[in-house]
């Protein structure tokens, strides 16, 4: 298969297990963000923390061991921390195992599905232009919730 055919077939079949986890979501064992326009939020299952400096902004997610998590479509090349922790750490590109403390440059248009194989701290670094401290807009700026808002985005910026 072709680079293009494997990102295609990934995207689908992502695509297809959010739609399935989204359908039978318990909020129990399946965590999503719902039909909801919101990336994965604070829970108790996935603890998420923000931080906020001069022109930067830090997303803290802890995995429990077992976790997996589906994660948004980046707008913008930005650094991945592991500060702890195993992931498995499958994109359109493959499935890469990770031991921190390491890191990661993530392109932009990727999405991750993230599997901890023990509790693990894994850290997102955004530029934060606007120095808002709102979560919302930090969001919208930040990611797309599906690839075609991603391929909307990319022909906006045209």
Request: one cysteine or more; glycine letters at 4%; proline letters at 3%.
């Amino acid at each position: 298969m072709s680079k293009n055919e494997i990102s295609k077939n990934f995207k689908e079949q992502v695509v297809s297990l959010e739609q399935l986890l989204v359908d039978n979501c318990n909020n129990e064992n399946i965590i999503t963000s719902g039909k909801k326009k919101s990336i994965v939020s604070d829970s108790e299952k996935i603890p998420i923390n923000h931080f906020f400096m001069q022109g930067v902004y830090v997303r803290e997610m802890k995995m429990f061991k077992g976790t997996a998590v589906i994660g948004a479509i980046h707008k913008h090349k930005h650094m991945c921390f592991l500060l702890s922790g195993i992931l498995t750490v499958t994109d359109e590109n493959g499935t890469k195992d990770y031991n921190a403390p390491c890191y990661i440059i993530s392109s932009p248009g990727v999405k991750r599905v993230l599997y901890a194989h023990e509790d693990s701290v894994w850290y997102n670094v955004h530029e934060n232009p606007s120095n808002t401290n709102n979560t919302k807009q930090i969001e919208e700026n930040l990611v797309a919730l599906s690839y075609k808002e991603y391929e909307e985005y990319i022909n906006k910026k045209k």
